[in-house]
């Protein structure tokens, strides 16, 4: 599945959608804090965006006039797409962006060291599973 651009309000409808299952428009509406809740009429434009627009989400049920919602695409999908939009913006390249996330502090050793263990599983070459026999 193609990987839809998410706005930062859009994130956070489908970050209640992760974490809460199926909800309906008023459901997501009150899951954010209070001093910072969005309008339920503008929650319910941008599920519906989500439905129709960008497949990020699907309606699974309807109780009386309210749809229910889920996500229709994982965390993972959408995350893929903020990493290729960020490489984007640094012309693809990686070094400055680990450069940014060193500088920051956000990039600790134990990241280096995850990632590079990420890097030599996938460096090292795919077996097929047979044994050899002498």
């Known amino acids: 599945m ?9 994130l956070q409808i489908m970050e209640t959608l992760w974490k809460r299952g199926e909800c309906s428009v008023r459901e997501i509406q009150e899951a ?9 009429t503008t929650v319910q434009t941008m599920v519906y965006r989500l439905l ?3 497949g990020a989400v699907r309606i699974v049920k309807r109780i ?6 889920a996500a229709a695409i ?5 995350g893929q797409r903020l990493i290729d939009d ?17 500088e920051s502090g956000k990039l600790t050793i ?4 995850e990632a590079e263990e990420a890097i030599l ?3 090292r070459p795919k077996t097929s599973g047979k044994k050899r026999q002498s």
């Open 2 to 10: 193609a990987h839809p651009k998410l706005s930062r309000l859009e």
């Open 32 to 40: 954010f804090p209070e001093s910072k809740r969005p309008a339920y």
């Open 52 to 54: 129709e627009g960008k």
């Open 64 to 69: 009386g006039n309210a749809n229910i919602f």
């Open 74 to 78: 994982s965390r993972d999908d959408a």
């Open 86 to 102: 960020l490489l984007a913006f640094f012309g693809g390249r990686t070094k400055p962006v680990m450069a940014q996330l060193v």
């Open 110 to 113: 134990e990241d280096v060291r």
């Open 121 to 123: 599983k996938l460096a």
